[in-house]
């Protein structure tokens, strides 16, 4: 009987689940596709007994370690845009990039990332955004990571817009509102343990150019009111120094 559509989304959506999660991915390869945890249809078990385990697992990996590493549609990885991040995970959880990578992989986050761009939802997500949204959803302690990896996904984050990514990618990372054809975010960090020296930051990006550094609440407000065409709620005297400051920036 010829393939129903039905039975080809079934096997793209196992397809899925072998090559992103790790776990689903070590059963099939040590148990095979009957083994009942997979939860496969008949017809599909005698459809995948046809998988070659060993491509399968090296896919599997080849995915993994471009996440960590950096690759193709990945940028940077995880390895250089999280090197604080996951320091820290790794002393408070015991996890490894690798076994944290898993994680993220297998995660809903992580499917927001890989689906561009060919998601029926629209662009997708960039991956230390995705990242964020998986440690700031995740339990304790990994959770407790977050404002670290807040700030090295809006430093990504900030470096792939001024690049152009923003033409494949949709930006929503926690903060990031768009002013004057700018991204622009603000942060206390007040939260984060003294230890990680995070300081009150703003991030400011548009193609070709981002800014990241210390701020405060009232310039980076004052900055939001000059490039959202509000400059005529300040002083003159601050409008005209913070135009000649963004202009500095390459951001006017």
Not at 212 to 233: C, H, I, K, N, W
Request: charged share 25%.
């Amino acid at each position: 009987m010829p393939e129903s559509s039905h039975d080809h989304d079934r096997i793209l959506e196992v397809l899925d689940r072998l090559l992103y999660d790790a776990s689903v991915r070590t059963v099939f390869i040590e148990h095979g596709p009957a083994d009942p945890r997979l939860g496969l249809e008949p017809e599909l078990v005698a459809a995948f007994e046809r998988v070659d385990v060993r491509e399968l697992a090296l896919v599997g990996r080849n995915i993994r370690s471009e996440v960590v590493g950096g690759g193709t549609g990945t940028g940077p990885g995880l390895a250089r845009t999280f090197a604080r991040s996951l320091e820290v995970i790794r002393e408070r959880t015991g996890r490894t990039p690798n076994e944290v990578a898993e994680l993220f992989v297998a995660s809903p986050e992580f499917g927001e990332f890989r689906d561009v761009p060919f998601s029926p939802a629209g662009r997708g997500r960039l991956l230390p955004e995705c990242f964020h949204r998986f440690v700031a959803g995740s339990p304790p302690p990994l959770a407790g990571v977050e404002p670290l990896v807040h700030h090295e996904a809006a430093v990504g984050v900030a470096q792939a817009v001024a690049t152009g990514a923003e033409a494949t990618f949709e930006v929503g990372l926690a903060g990031f509102a768009v002013h004057g054809g700018v991204h622009c975010a603000f942060r206390e960090y007040a939260e984060a343990p003294a230890g990680w020296a995070l300081e009150p930051t703003l991030y400011l990006a548009a193609p070709g150019r981002c800014v990241t550094g210390r701020g405060s609440r009232p310039l980076f407000d004052a900055l939001v009111a000059v490039l959202a065409g509000r400059g005529g709620e300040l002083a003159p005297r601050v409008r005209d120094s913070l135009e000649s400051r963004l202009r500095t920036w390459g951001l006017r």
